[in-house]
């Protein structure tokens, strides 16, 4: 019979309906309106997937592609692949851009987010709170000081991100770090009284010393130096470093303590210097080894065992009781440019050098004005300038007013010394212009000799046997107070293409053979440009005037490696424009 006759829904054979009902009246519930296959808490004929608790009805839609909510259709957003790159709508973050997807490459700086992973690039993120990123060209991310506007410090960092680092602070070397905060060059300024010394540029040590030590401990190859007056002695020791007056000799001084040399470069130190400052007050060194007769060397500058370079200062009133009152140059491959050297004194009994002293040298003396320098003693030699056993090149100097106790007032030339003495002017030395002695054969060329008080170029013959046996070529000796050249020896020494003229007590004296007439040797006034003979060079002009017997009448001497005049011009030239470059005489080459 019918087990519910109120429900028309229920009858024997009645089909089963999910309605949880014996609608068949056969007493037993069908099985599919009991069973919770997936306990999701709805069963089989209810759920349009009861092996699966996340799909039943009112599920939420989850984009699985799926009917998770069994309305019998899955929803538009998860079967929507708008733009084509193989991600539908749900899974797409950007489902109109084939190029934003899960697991695309991230870009940066674009805004977007490429692989929809929620995050955008690292550098589309201001991780130091600047409200810069690096997109917007933050050039550290890590520090909020530092970002595109900032004010940039002397600090050594690109604090306003401009790809440049302290732009409009000094850098005087150039080197592209800002004096402010660079360890080279290293400053000194005597007027530094505040107590703060670094050697930067804000804050300079008040002593040279000081300096060159920071320089050493720095491997600064520059220090720079404040006008004013340093009284203090200065030792290189080891430190290869260039100490440069920022103003020059005329307002920047090193004052000598009396006690030494003012300037000691005797470290074996490559690269080191000395430039633009007036030396004066010191009484030099000691002996190294040199003599070894307890004398003290080098009262200016003293230099040893370096190639150092001394340039544009005014060595003036130093003295020494051995060689070299000026600077005295000691087995070095130095460079000594440019210097005024002056009023200086050596007082050694004999070899002294009053203004420069060489001693087994091979260094460039060049383009100095040694004036007024005295070498004193028993039998002190080369007031100018002394070079022994040296092998110097030394050219374009102007030596005048020097004087010596015995030999060689302008220049001495002695010692078993080779040296290339070229284009150099000597005038108005106090007795001898220039000297050869002791077993010299130094290549003397070019040179003009003028005014000297007694003669103009002497060959010296010392102690019986040791005989000079230089290589004279090109010179000018001339109106020098006794002869033009002056020969002790009677040996045998070249003498070529040489103006031996108008010497008050004859033009050869001595042993000098007259060799006017040969091997090239002229007899002619020179006719330079302008020659006063008052004592006074400053007056002179030593150039060749038009005419001159001198021009192109010199011997090719490109062997020994002279190639420039006094003034620096080229030789040889076609001074007398015949079309032929052939070498002037004398120390100048007319063009």
Known sequence: GDCDDANADTYPTAPELCDGLDNNCNGIPALQETLDGDNDGFVYCEDCDD??????????????????????????????????????????CDNADGAIHPGAVEVACDGLDNDCD???????????????????????????????????????????????????????????????????????????????EDGTFDHPFDTIQEA????????????????????????????????????????????????????????????????????????????????NEGFVYGGGVLVAYTDALVQGNVITSNAVSGRGGGIFVYD?????????VSYNNANRHNNSGGGIAAMNSSSVIEGNFITENTADGTSGDGGGLLLEASFDHVRANLVTFNWAVDNGDGVRLSGDSACLFEGNWVQDNYGHGVMSSHNNTSAIINNTMVGNDTVGFYVFICCGSEYALPTVTNNIMAFNGTYGVYDNSGIDFTFSYNDVYGNASGNYGGYA???????????????????????????????????????????????FGVDQDYDGNSRPADGDGDGTSRYDMGAFEVQ
């Open 513 to 559: 053979v007259d060799l006017t007439g040969l091997v090239g040797n002229l007899s002619s006034d020179p006719t330079f440009t302008a020659f006063t003979d008052d004592g006074d060079p400053t007056n002179d002009d030593l150039r060749l005037a038009a005419g001159s017997p001198c021009l192109d009448e010199g011997a090719s001497v490109q062997i």
């Open 51 to 92: 092996l699966d608790d996340a799909t039943y009805p009112g599920a939420a839609e989850l984009c699985d592609g799926l009917d998770n909510d069994c309305d019998g259709a899955v929803p538009l957003d998860e079967t929507d692949d708008g733009d084509g790159d193989g991600y539908v709508q749900c899974e797409d």
């Open 212 to 291: 060159v030590d920071q320089a050493g401990v720095a491997t600064c190859d520059s220090v720079l130096v404040y006008a004013g007056t340093y009284d203090e002695d200065v030792d290189f020791g080891a430190v290869g470093t260039v100490v440069e007056s920022l103003d020059g000799p005329s307002t920047t001084t090193i004052q000598g303590t009396g006690t030494d040399a003012v300037v000691t470069l005797t470290g074996g130190q490559a690269g080191a210097g000395i430039v633009g400052f007036t030396i004066t007050g010191g009484i030099g060194g000691a002996d190294l080894g040199w003599d």
């Open 118 to 196: 929620g995050v955008l690039h690292p550098e589309e993120v201001d991780d130091d709170g600047d409200t810069f990123t690096e997109c917007e060209d933050d050039c550290d991310d890590t520090d909020g000081a530092i970002y595109p506007g900032a004010f940039e410090e002397c600090d050594g960092v690109d604090n306003n991100c401009v790809d440049d680092v302290d732009e409009g602070y000094d850098d005087y070397d150039g080197d592209g770090t800002a004096d402010c905060v660079d360890p080279c060059p290293v400053f000194a300024d005597v007027a530094n009284i505040s107590g703060v």
């Open 332 to 340: 070095a491959a130095a460079e000594i440019l440019d210097n005024e």
